[in-house]
């Protein structure tokens, strides 16, 4: 329950330190980037 939280505020912060929109595209692109990362690594854990 706790990571759900932390991502959340996490987001909010990374969000409200967007000057532009481009910005906030690029922030929401790495983000993406990094869950997809991460999701590989434990798919091939498994």
Do not use: R
Not at 17 to 33: L, P, Q, R
Not at 36 to 42: F, I, L, P, Q, R
């Amino acid at each position: 329950m706790k990571k759900p939280a932390i991502l959340a505020i996490v987001a909010l912060l990374a969000l409200s330190a967007c000057n532009t929109v481009k910005g906030m595209g690029e922030d929401v692109s790495t983000a993406g980037d990094s869950m997809s990362n991460t999701a590989g690594e434990v798919q091939s854990d498994m």
